[in-house]
């Protein structure tokens, strides 16, 4: 700098000698700060990597004792560890700038009506985050139904959750919606029940339907034997009668199951339906009575 300002001297005068010099000297000081600046945010950014997974290391450790770590209190909790940091980083990079953070907090301050109107679904998400942590409706890994979307949770942030569909697409929802919306949680309880209801017309025997499918259920070792399988009659119609399947399963056989017990059903519907082998008997030879079609409570 002071070579650079000697030979300016010999070339210039006084006054633009100074001026140069002034301006050499605070481009000096500025490279210098936007150098630590830069140098704050890139230490700002790792620590906030660190931080969240210390967080989740350290919630980790402690949650065992009562079973396998919360992954939904890790995620939530890193994500605000990380979050808390990058602010504490950044107040630090514009202050290296120059900028007055004092100033813009009273302003901040001031303008706290605006900027909470402006904010609102943003600081509701946060609350709804909250919230949801607390009751913990799901957790990371469930299944759920929530605002119309089927799929398995990924994340809970602080504004949002993560779903991954059964497709595998990435849903995105705020927490607020979550929160505010009906929540079905498919996998919270470890069995189920596999309700499957089929209508048999009235040229099919229901009795004889429903006494195979009691016995197909006891032969299929992914259903329960406590509680036993339910098998009953829902309704009846002049060309109907409904019949209901109700066997209890492991939470992962569900669906296998129940695409089963459907067709099964099916399968004995169709098989009842064929005719009947010709035999001896002329037709003319029966009684009235047995020319009428059974009913389906025959």
Known sequence: MSDVANRLATIASPAETFAWTKLIDTAGDLAVNLAVAVLILAVTFWLAGWANRFVRAALGRVHPRRGAPD???QTFAGSMARNLVLVVGLVAMLQQLGVRTTSIIAV??????AIGLALQGALSNVAAGVMILLFRPYRVG??????GRVGRVEALDLFVTELATLDNL????????????????????????ADVSLRLPATVDATAVMDRL??????????LKDPAPILELTGVGEAWAELTVRPWTERENYGRLKAD??????????????????TAEAEGDRPREEQRPRTALA
């Open 214 to 223: 009691r016995q197909r259920p006891r032969e299929d070792a992914r259903v």
């Open 71 to 73: 992954v939904t209190l």
């Open 170 to 193: 990435k849903v995105v929802i705020p927490n607020s919606k979550v929160f505010g919306d009906v929540v079905v949680n498919h996998t919270h309880h470890d069995r189920r029940r």
């Open 142 to 147: 469930d299944i759920v139904e929530t605002g």
């Open 261 to 278: 017990v459907l067709l099964w059903a099916k399968l004995l519907e169709k098989d009842l339906q064929s005719p009947l082998p010709a």
């Open 108 to 113: 901040l301050g001031a303008a706290s009506l």
